[in-house]
């Protein structure tokens, strides 16, 4: 069972604490009455990253954060809580890459793995209202799509989920808010397995030889260190409820405070012509 405080004033602290003695969150997230949280200004987009080991549930509290907020089935132009993968900026592999990855001996969980340029610029462009485009990427031809791209509109919430968001601190500096979700080694490779298998044409033991060699070790060295810049530890990922309706309720503050009182679209937002464009 979970015990839920919420903040009852401007400045309150929001702590989630699990009955088993794991404290979810215990960071203070101040509002301003100008409308700013933590002195962020009225119309930058509240930047929200979501780390967490992979298969830990990282995509699914982030559809469930929007699916709370009835954004989901919302037009893309019109929505104003956005959700954005650190998949689509995996870098393009050389020919010897590629040939590395069909047969499972590459790292895709290693920070040189991405674009740790191209996500900072992007994530600059949004802060900056700037709309970006973003491809897809096919995790059967581990390569990007790139004539499927979803536009990414100025927003009021966006969130950045991957595995590595909070690796480098020039990128981990722009979040305004930091969630990791926190799910035990076992269940992630319960879930990485049926997967991999189904939605990404692998075999067991591609899975299984990709796991124990890259994937455990890379989450062990880079990953895991980075929780410790979490605002908010979420134990359980998307079974935790408490702690998901903690960080919507934050959201709708956060909203609130900036002369919004849920989160719904508007015609009469301005959309900028400006667009952010990947170099490749």
Same mark, same amino acid.
């Given at each position: 069972?979970?015990?839920?405080?919420?903040?009852?004033?401007?400045?309150?602290i929001i702590r989630v604490i699990?009955?088993?003695? &794991?404290? %979810?969150?215990?960071? /203070?997230?101040?509002?301003? #009455? &100008?409308?700013?949280?933590?002195? #962020?200004?009225?119309?930058?987009?509240?930047?929200?990253?979501?780390?967490?080991?992979?298969?830990?549930?990282?995509?699914?509290?982030?559809?469930?954060?929007?699916?709370?907020?009835? @954004?989901?089935?919302?037009?893309?132009? @019109? !929505?104003?809580?956005?959700? #954005?993968?650190?998949?689509?900026?995996?870098?393009?592999?050389?020919?010897?890459? /590629?040939?590395?990855?069909?047969?499972?001996?590459?790292?895709?969980?290693?920070?040189?793995?991405?674009? &740790?340029?191209?996500?900072?610029?992007?994530?600059?462009?949004?802060?900056?209202? $700037?709309?970006?485009?973003?491809?897809?990427?096919?995790?059967?031809?581990?390569?990007? $799509?790139?004539?499927?791209?979803?536009?990414?509109?100025?927003?009021?919430?966006?969130?950045?989920?991957?595995?590595?968001?909070?690796?480098?601190?020039?990128?981990?500096?722009?979040?305004?808010?930091?969630?990791? $979700?926190?799910?035990?080694?076992?269940?992630?490779?319960?879930? !990485? %397995?049926?997967?991999?298998?189904?939605?990404?044409?692998?075999?067991l033991d591609y899975v299984l030889? @990709?796991?124990?060699?890259?994937?455990?070790? *890379?989450?062990?060295?880079?990953?895991?260190?980075?929780?410790?810049?979490?605002? %908010?530890?979420?134990? !359980?990922?998307?079974?935790?409820?408490? *702690?998901?309706?903690?960080?919507?309720?934050?959201?709708?503050?956060?909203?609130?405070?900036?002369?919004?009182d849920t989160v719904q679209p508007? &015609?009469?937002?301005?959309?900028?012509?400006?667009?952010?464009?990947?170099?490749?």
């Amino acid at each position: 069972m979970l015990h839920l405080q919420l903040p009852l004033t401007s400045a309150g602290i929001i702590r989630v604490i699990d009955m088993s003695m &794991n404290i %979810v969150t215990s960071r /203070k997230m101040s509002f301003g #009455i &100008n409308g700013k949280l933590n002195g #962020i200004e009225n119309k930058t987009p509240f930047l929200i990253g979501v780390s967490g080991g992979t298969a830990s549930g990282k995509s699914t509290v982030c559809k469930r954060i929007m699916e709370k907020l009835g @954004q989901v089935d919302m037009d893309h132009m @019109q !929505r104003q809580v956005v959700c #954005i993968s650190q998949d689509s900026f995996y870098r393009d592999l050389s020919s010897a890459e /590629k040939l590395k990855a069909e047969k499972g001996q590459y790292n895709f969980d290693h920070p040189d793995a991405f674009d &740790n340029d191209l996500i900072l610029q992007t994530l600059q462009d949004i802060l900056a209202g $700037v709309k970006c485009e973003i491809p897809a990427y096919d995790y059967k031809t581990n390569s990007l $799509v790139k004539d499927q791209i979803t536009t990414i509109y100025p927003a009021d919430v966006v969130l950045f989920e991957g595995i590595l968001v909070f690796y480098f601190p020039k990128i981990r500096d722009l979040f305004h808010m930091k969630l990791f $979700v926190d799910t035990d080694s076992d269940t992630r490779l319960a879930r !990485r %397995v049926p997967r991999d298998i189904k939605e990404r044409g692998r075999d067991l033991d591609y899975v299984l030889n @990709q796991y124990m060699n890259f994937v455990k070790p *890379a989450f062990e060295e880079f990953c895991l260190p980075t929780k410790k810049f979490a605002d %908010v530890i979420i134990p !359980r990922g998307a079974d935790n409820t408490v *702690a998901i309706d903690l960080i919507v309720q934050h959201i709708r503050d956060f909203l609130s405070n900036r002369g919004r009182d849920t989160v719904q679209p508007e &015609n009469s937002i301005n959309r900028t012509d400006k667009l952010s464009k990947r170099p490749h």
